[in-house]
T-cell receptor, first 114, second 109 residues
């Protein structure tokens, strides 16, 4: 069974631009969670989607948004990029909700904002 | 006080040593996750447990719900165990994961 895939793996953008990251979960998994990892803040929860509905949201500004499609693939979008958005963005999929189910992580997208 | 506290922050061990990493949390939980992150960023879920003990190869995870404490043990450590080990618990509101700061483990040969 194929693992979680994320595209692109690396991305360089400039301040003010927007970016869209993609995550394809393991086949059959309905939950996709997104996380941001920075050296200063560590891993932080962004949001979780389950069956195309946002189930949980972390403490991030409205510039961070996401969606999930009927095939469970998910995208996250960051608008008006700031230098502080430079981070590793990870998605993880699980059969049920991410908090109480084993999560399978993708390799991450490393975003650099210049 | 952070919801999830890990100790130690850094750990250096000699190959073959028994290693223990600790995780304490402040809220009631339904499950606790142990994750491993290698240099380069990839994260692997090692364990999810809600009570007692789980074992996988040389790795053992235990949890004491009453004391709000979990430990990850590595027996006969090996340089390939060098990684960051992270514990995480679901937030009391909504099941989103809250992470510890991680323990950086280096095993020397």
């Amino acid at each position: 069974k194929a693992g979680v895939t994320q595209t692109p793996r690396y991305l360089i953008k400039t301040r003010g631009q927007q970016v869209t990251l993609s995550c394809s979960p393991i086949s059959g998994h309905r939950s996709v969670s997104w996380y941001q990892q920075t050296p200063g803040q560590g891993l932080q929860f962004l949001f979780e989607y389950f069956s195309e509905t946002q189930r949980n949201k972390g403490n991030f500004p409205g510039r961070f948004s996401g969606r999930q499609f009927s095939n469970s693939r998910s995208e996250m979008n960051v608008s008006t990029l700031e230098l502080g958005d430079s981070a590793l963005y990870l998605c993880a999929s699980s059969l049920q909700t991410g908090g109480t189910d084993t999560q399978y992580f993708g390799p991450g997208t490393r975003l650099t904002v210049l | 006080k952070n919801e999830v506290e890990q100790s130690p922050q850094n750990l250096t061990a000699q190959e073959g040593e028994f290693i223990t990493i600790n995780c304490s949390y402040s809220v009631g939980i339904s499950a606790l996750h142990w994750l491993q992150q290698h240099p380069g960023g990839g994260i692997v879920s090692l364990f999810m447990l809600s009570s007692g003990k789980k074992k996988h190869g040389r790795l053992i995870a235990t949890i004491n719900i009453q004391e709000k404490h979990s430990s990850l043990h590595i027996t006969a450590s090996h340089p390939r165990d060098s990684a960051v080990y992270i514990c995480a618990v679901p937030h009391k509101y909504g099941n989103k994961l809250v992470f510890g700061a991680g323990t950086i483990l280096r095993v020397k040969s």
